[in-house]
């Protein structure tokens, strides 16, 4: 006779792999309305070819490792990393952007590391780093928020959701409409961009692309991630450790340069609100197979992984520091758990311990 | 009120133990075979002292302790010993072992019976009785009471009754606690006198109000100062480092035993089983044990030692769409591989095992490292690195991270999303070592007999060497004392021969010297 008991104890389970994933799936939800709701249904576009890329690119990499495909397909995890990496690149792009990067991602960061619970980096961070170096020109055409056109120009063209299919899949623009005129600098990109012309700070946030603390727009979907979040956190799918010490590190190193010279350096709160911060503070630092798994390692990681991410943006040449921040702590990992475990019970004491 | 610690993770499964506690212990009829296995101890097996042929009496020895860590085995009723030899017991490898068949008189005649009064003997006479009377822990693991009462010159402060019974659907403590707490705290009152122990705590989870009430009960009727303390509800906290830690707030340091910080424990049933065999000089011939889950009545049942578990079982009424049988609780128990083998001391539950109840748990899927598992150890380990050094045969690692301090509690399996077999990884990684240990110790052993032999071997050349040498060396004296003066050939003769000689020698004690590297 066999039995379940030689397995595992065979009463009632809490979340499965897949009930996790699909929870921090939903979690993503109020930030991809808000999307939509600002800069029109382009996204979804994405996410949905994210979604199919992933799912493709999974199933024929299982297969080529032989390993069974149904049940990993099923456990939602190469749907999250499309979903992560569509949000975090342009909606409106040629199509093959996402997906190119969905497949290196699912392919290249996932598979070839042996696939899931054995990837070193954050399969979507890697999928975005890939296409900002290779695609630098697709990466920057952000939309602008509706009603707002570039550099905030009065009553800017806005395409329909069929003329942004049209341009996504053939590339064709309505006549008389160019690219340019769509899409607008990041927040973060167009700061950069008026400091180097030797504009302060305070002028800059006056422009309309802004809002009330970052980005026009873009701050109300970090509001949308924000509040995913803390439903993880209240679901206690993630432990607080790496979006609060993500978040309170972003907020002091980006409050020291603001009182230093607040002309120079926008104040905390933008920093939370640009960018990818939010995303990154609940949804990708967090993931936990390229995270550290002591509290006081995740601490560490994502203090570094904030220090990283503001240097990157404010002094560096990318338009957004997460990316490569969470790439870069990734490698940390392994250093930093062998260097943060606890003591067990029993060995709490300096003498108890062998 | 008492105040209480808490430790680290812990989980909360579904308890179903309303189910058993329904009626009250039941007598199970007297079977009409009865095995008794000679090992039901941890330690060493009792040695068979009756032949396949003996009559026997209720109470009398049948196999006798082996060894320091090794308890009495005793017929549970009179009547004939048919055989002698290995027979299939509860054991999750279901290997056979070691066991009396007895064929019951049903005339149920005692061996006299011989009842002390534990306050006029000293300690040691009274753990000598216990050993006798085959008294070992009933919670589970089934370790000889008398050696943990042989607690040398540590002083303990404090005396730990587990009534915690953390483990889902047990509940024979819980029904013990409720029927007999005067036992109990009789027997509590003995190994407190045993161990010259200060505080008597009972730790009782407090989802058993009717077994606290009953033990306050019993502890104002009996006027001692005892004290029964309800503790939370949570799986593993009758594990004894961790009961310890609620009720003192010590940790065990790792590698020690409780008695190293002052504390002992013992299982609720224990101390019962320890006052019917002082009190009343009657070994341990029967215990208290749960019979439930896919059945129709569930509910415990005293049964003699040697009970098939099938009879037990089939009193309970087992429905038919059960698939298997589990020994112990869900979280730590084992499926009997045959349920025609004999109850044992350590049988403190059966469950009745089907699809609805237990469904098979979907195929493990890889680790996340979500660590759910470090959230819920007790022993506050990173389960989720130990699985990977065990899967990873890096069991130098595994050790590093006190892999040897996992209790095996199942907390970690119970919690893991990926339905990762957690603990089967701990126990493989921990018999390898153990079996690697072994293997090394013989091997060292076998190479230093080796050693020795050798130096041995040349230790006897070099002295005969020596000797030889020396027995010469005085010939050759004697014989120049009476010689006349050598001539000046024979001097250069003799100076050559000395010279060899001396060669021969330094060569001897380099060869022994090179050996020996």
């Known amino acids: ?354 | 009120m008492r105040k209480l610690y808490k430790f680290h993770g812990g989980v909360h499964p579904p308890s179903n133990k309303t189910q058993s506690t329904r009626s009250a212990i039941a007598h199970a009829p007297l079977s009409s075979r009865l095995v008794v296995p000679l090992h039901q101890h941890a330690g060493e097996t009792a040695k068979p002292v009756v032949q396949a042929g003996d009559h026997v009496l209720k109470g009398q020895m049948i196999g006798m302790p082996d060894g320091f860590v090794s308890s009495a085995v005793h017929a549970p009723t009179s009547g004939t010993i048919t055989a002698i030899g290995m027979q299939a017991i509860a054991h999750p490898s279901g290997l056979p072992n070691l066991c009396a068949t007895l064929m019951p008189d049903g005339r149920e005649e005692w061996i006299e019976r011989i009842p002390v009064d534990y306050r006029e003997h000293s300690p040691s006479e009274l753990q000598h009785r216990l050993r006798m009377a085959g008294v070992v822990g009933l919670g589970g693991a089934a370790f000889p009471s008398d050696v943990k009462l042989r607690t040398g010159k540590l002083k303990i402060a404090t005396l730990i009754l587990n009534g915690a019974e953390c483990e889902p659907y047990i509940t024979c403590d819980d029904m013990l606690m409720r029927e007999r707490a005067a036992e109990i705290v009789q027997g509590a009152e003995t190994l407190r006198y045993m161990l010259d122990a200060g505080e008597v705590l009972y730790g009782v989870e407090d989802n058993k109000p009717e077994a606290i009430a009953a033990l306050q009960q019993a502890i104002k009727d009996s006027g001692l100062k005892h004290e029964a303390v309800a503790i939370p509800t949570i799986y593993p906290v009758g594990s004894v480092k961790q009961l310890i830690r609620v009720l003192t707030g010590q940790e065990v340091p790792s590698g020690k035993l409780p008695t190293d910080i002052g504390v002992q424990c013992f299982n609720v049933a224990t101390a019962g089983a320890v006052h019917r065999a002082l009190a009343r000089g009657e070994p341990l011939l029967s215990r208290i044990v749960t019979v439930t889950g896919n059945v129709l009545r569930a509910q415990n049942f005293e049964a003699l030692i040697g009970t098939p578990v099938a009879e037990l079982v089939a009193l309970a009424g087992t429905l038919p769409d059960t698939n298997g049988y589990i020994m112990g609780g869900p979280m730590m128990g084992f499926p009997l591989p045959d349920i025609q083998v004999p109850l044992v001391k350590a049988t403190n539950c059966i469950i009745a095992a089907s699809e609805k109840l237990f469904p098979p748990p979907p195929p493990p899927m890889p680790c996340i490292r979500c660590t759910r598992c470090v959230e819920v150890c007790p022993a506050e380990l990173q389960p989720q690195d130990l699985y990977w050094f065990a899967r990873s045969r890096e069991f130098g690692r595994a050790q590093a991270f006190s892999l040897f301090d996992c209790i095996e509690c199942g907390a970690c399996s119970y919690v893991c999303p990926s339905n990762i077999p957690l603990v089967q990884f701990y126990r493989f990684a921990k018999s390898e070592i153990r079996a690697r240990e072994h293997d090394k110790q013989l091997a060292d052993q076998a190479r230093e007999r080796h050693e020795y032999h050798e130096y041995r071997i040349e230790r006897e050349k070099r002295e005969k060497a020596e000797r030889l040498a020396a027995k010469e060396k005085a010939a050759l004296a004697s014989r120049h004392a009476g010689d006349p003066p050598l001539t000046s050939q024979q001097k250069t003769e003799q100076a050559e021969l000395e010279t060899r000689r001396a060669h021969i020698l330094e060569r001897a004690k380099s060869e022994v010297e090179h050996a020996g590297e």
């Open chain 1, 1 to 354: 006779m066999t039995h379940p008991m030689q397995f595992t104890p065979p009463i009632g389970k809490p979340d499965s792999v897949a009930q996790i994933m699909l929870k921090v799936l939903l979690a993503l939800v109020p930030g991809i309305v808000l999307y939509v709701w600002y800069y029109g249904p382009a996204i979804l576009v994405s996410i949905s070819l994210a979604s199919l890329t992933a799912l493709t690119t999974e199933a024929l990499m299982l297969k080529l490792r032989n390993r069974p495909v149904v049940p990993f397909l099923k456990d939602n995890s190469a749907l999250l990393t499309g979903w992560l990496l569509a949000l975090s690149i342009p909606p409106l792009a040629p199509w093959w952007l996402i997906v190119v990067g969905t497949a290196f991602a699912i392919a290249i960061a996932k598979h070839l590391y042996g696939g899931l619970g054995n990837n070193l980096f954050n399969p979507a961070m890697v999928g975005y780093a890939v296409l900002i170096i290779s695609f630098p020109a697709q990466m920057t055409h952000w939309l602008a928020p509706h009603g707002l056109g570039p550099e905030g120009m009065a009553l800017p063209p806005e395409l329909n959701f069929m003329q942004q299919l049209e341009y996504i899949f053939l590339g064709v623009l309505p006549h008389e409409v160019s690219l340019d005129a769509l899409t607008t600098a990041t927040p973060l990109d167009n700061l950069k961009t008026h400091l180097h012309l030797g504009q302060a700070v305070p002028r800059i946030l006056d422009m309309p692309i802004y809002g009330h603390i970052a980005g026009h727009g873009s701050e109300m979907v970090a509001w949308g991630f924000l509040f995913g979040g803390l439903y993880l956190l209240f679901k206690r799918i993630i432990s607080w450790h790496i979006p609060v010490a993500f978040l309170a590190t972003l907020f002091v190193i980006a409050g020291i340069f603001h009182l230093l010279d607040a002309s120079r350096y926008a104040a905390p709160l933008f920093h939370w609100y640009s960018g990818a911060a939010m995303l990154g503070a609940f949804f990708i630092l967090t993931d936990p197979v390229s995270s550290p798994t002591t509290n006081k390692g995740r601490l560490i990681y994502a203090a570094g992984a904030a220090l990283l991410t503001y240097l990157i943006r404010v002094f560096g040449g990318f338009p957004d520091g997460v990316a490569f921040a969470t790439l870069l702590m990734n490698i940390c990992v392994p250093l930093i758990v062998l260097y943060t475990q606890p003591n067990v019970f029993g060995k709490k004491r300096k003498e108890d311990r062998r």
